[in-house]
């Protein structure tokens, strides 16, 4: 990384947005102007999710550890990868009993379609989850919101019949295209295929393999390899992105497993009344919250896209006798939805335009003598540009626009 180049640290202090501190080492503390960002890319995935289908879920934080040891998970990650508590049992002192905060949401997912008996006229059955996981990364290897021992991950589980793979995977596959399309990142698929140390037989691996590579070719996607990485119950395909500066991250991911719905002894009743075993599809499109803000925020070097900036209107008065006039402006701006601030501080205007520069804000209105009498608002961007003078309707227009079409 260039030397010159901030880091997302940096910023998230200087533009206050997060931080870190030892009382919670690998967990963030998310501040207003954070969260602005962390709640618009809750509400883009929720949108991209039920827009094709999936239902949301929440599943508890802290469970027994026996369904880690159900799943495999305990085994595969060990106990010294999890954060487990010993907690007395209430009834008797004697018989502590071991939770676990989860490192995963699949084993509880399975949980929520074993509530009651499924038909095959419910799958796929698409169920996501805005989770939060605890995963004991080692304490040199925690970076920043990179590497963090607190996940928030969009995750989701489709539970369907071996037919459906092929659809639901390719479905998978568009949501993430679009998904990186829409941030501008360059991407790749790479197939990840079976480990040396795996859950499940070796007819299902093929099954399985075969199946992600069928879908790869039908949409003539070229996929990179990474022969060996896939996950201990089933192989999967990684979205790559190249960030601005060159640098290679592992993001999205959808994989086909076999195991867990074994493990699990999941049923549907299918058209002739039998029990049948669904396939379970793991996928997630920003893999990790904290890890994709901390992308952004140095992809983008804090000057966000208009859609996620904390603050997008930045309202400068010339001098005092324009603030009543700038503060008829804010309220039509934040009654139209806009997350616009005034600067009223005793600065010249100059100072408050490098100010709001300096905050990434992209856009300043400034509003002066003329701006007033002809009901009209002076604006400039963050990159220095200059609008001129427009009707607060016509800026409104154009600033919607681009927060809409995420420009
Ligand atoms: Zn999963």
Known sequence: MDKQLKDHKQIGQELELFFTNDVAPGAPFWLPKGMVIFKELEKYIRQLTEKAGYLETSTPIMVKSELFKQSGHWEKFGEHNMYNLQLSDEADDSKPVSYTLKPMNCPESTIIYRFRPRSYKELPLRLSEIGRLHRREKSGEVNGLLRVRQITMDDAHIYATEDQIFNEVSNILDMMIEFYKSF????????????????????????????????????????????????????????????????????????????????????????????????????????????????????????????????????????????????????????????????????????????????????????????????????????????????????????????????
């Open 184 to 407: 501008g990142f360059e991407y790749e698929f790479r197939l990840a295929t079976r480990p040396e140390i795996r859950a499940g037989t070796d007819e299902n691996w093929d099954k399985a393999e075969k199946a992600l590579g069928n879908v790869l070719k039908e949409k003539s996607i070229k996929a990179g390899d990474k022969k060996g990485d896939g996950a201990f119950y089933g192989p999967k395909i990684d979205v790559h992105i190249k960030d601005s500066q060159g640098r290679d991250w592992q993001l999205a991911t959808v994989q086909l497993d076999f195991h867990q719905p074994e493990a699990f002894k999941l049923e549907y009743i299918d058209e002739k009344g039998e029990k049948q075993r669904p396939v379970m599809i793991h996928r997630a499109i920003f893999g990790s919250f904290e890890r994709f803000i901390a992308i952004l925020t140095e992809n983008f070097k804090g000057a966000f896209p208009i859609w996620l900036a904390p603050v997008q209107v930045q309202i400068i008065p010339i001098a005092d006798r324009h603030q009543k006039y700038g503060q008829d402006v804010l309220e039509q701006f934040k009654s139209s939805g806009i997350r616009a601030e005034i600067d009223l501080r005793a600065e010249k205007m100059q100072a408050k335009i490098r100010d709001a520069q300096m905050q990434k804000i992209p856009y300043m209105i400034i509003v002066g003598d003329r701006e007033e009498a002809e009901s009209k608002v002076a604006v400039r961007t963050r990159s220095g540009e200059d609008l001129g003078a427009i009707t607060i309707e016509e800026f409104l227009v154009k600033i919607k626009a681009s927060i809409e079409s995420k420009s």
